[in-house]
């Protein structure tokens, strides 16, 4: 069965660096999203995106925050600046166009943590 | 999102059917009932959705009332791999999903 992957499992990054969370969508698949979740909390929507533009974003998703789809297989989301309270688990998902009822498909998560 | 009520925490002996409920009293008629869960250290991962009949997969089924101001969703041999937290989650068509706290599920050997 077709499946979302991301890379790293873990990162590990001191505050104030750059990180960027790759993700490998299923591949008809046109919708894609990134979440996170601190530890011991809900999962959270940060952006999502269509046709190589963000669709919708939440107050989470600030300017230190980016997304790219730079090539046909992967999804990458792009931390300029980390601060210690973006540690978390992200997840990326995506889902097939025209599914009227929008599953979405998740990948394993990257844990990022910052020192 | 129109907003659902799950108990925090059940628990279940293995191989026993297990029901969760969920209300959504404030559905309203367009918003699809989803279920997601997320075993431990793992992505959430779809379980299944419905918006008036009952519905069966492979890994569930969704009984949903018929005012749809609640529904259940049925493990009918519970395994324990099922041990998850479970999301009950109306959405209306291409939204986001938002997840609330879920129903922690403890599946007892």
């Known amino acids: 069965e077709p499946e979302v992957t991301q890379t790293p499992s873990h990162q590990v990054t001191q505050m104030g660096q750059e990180v960027i969370l790759r993700c490998v969508p299923i591949?008809?698949?046109?919708?894609f999203y990134w979440y996170r979740q601190i530890l011991g909390q809900k999962v959270e929507f940060l952006v999502s995106?269509?046709?190589?533009?963000?669709?919708?974003k939440s107050e989470i998703f600030d300017d230190q925050f980016s997304v790219e789809r730079p090539d046909g297989s992967n999804f990458t989301l792009k931390i300029r600046s980390t601060k210690l309270e973006d540690s978390a688990m992200y997840f990326c998902?995506?889902?097939?166009?025209?599914?009227?009822?929008?599953?979405?498909?998740f990948g394993p998560g990257t844990r990022l943590t910052v020192l | 999102d129109a907003k659902t009520t799950q108990p925090n925490s059940m628990e279940s002996n293995e191989e026993e059917p297990v029901h969760l409920p969920c209300n959504h009293s404030?559905?309203?008629?367009?918003?699809?009932i989803h279920w997601y869960r997320q075993l431990p250290s793992q992505g959430p991962e779809y379980v299944i959705h419905?918006?008036?009949s009952n519905v069966n997969n492979r890994m569930a089924s969704l009984a949903i009332a018929e005012d749809r101001k609640s529904s259940t969703l049925i493990l009918h041999r519970a395994t324990l791999r099922d041990a998850a937290v479970y999301y009950c989650?109306?959405?209306?068509?291409?939204?986001?999903?938002?997840f609330g706290t879920g129903t922690k599920l403890q599946v007892i050997p």
């Open positions: 998902a995506s889902r097939e166009a025209g599914h009227s009822t929008d599953t979405q498909y």
């Open positions: 591949s008809n698949h046109l919708y």
């Open positions: 995106f269509y046709n190589n533009e963000i669709s919708e």
């Open positions: 404030t559905i309203s008629g367009t918003d699809y």
């Open positions: 419905g918006l008036t």
């Open positions: 989650i109306l959405r209306e068509g291409y939204q986001k999903v938002t």
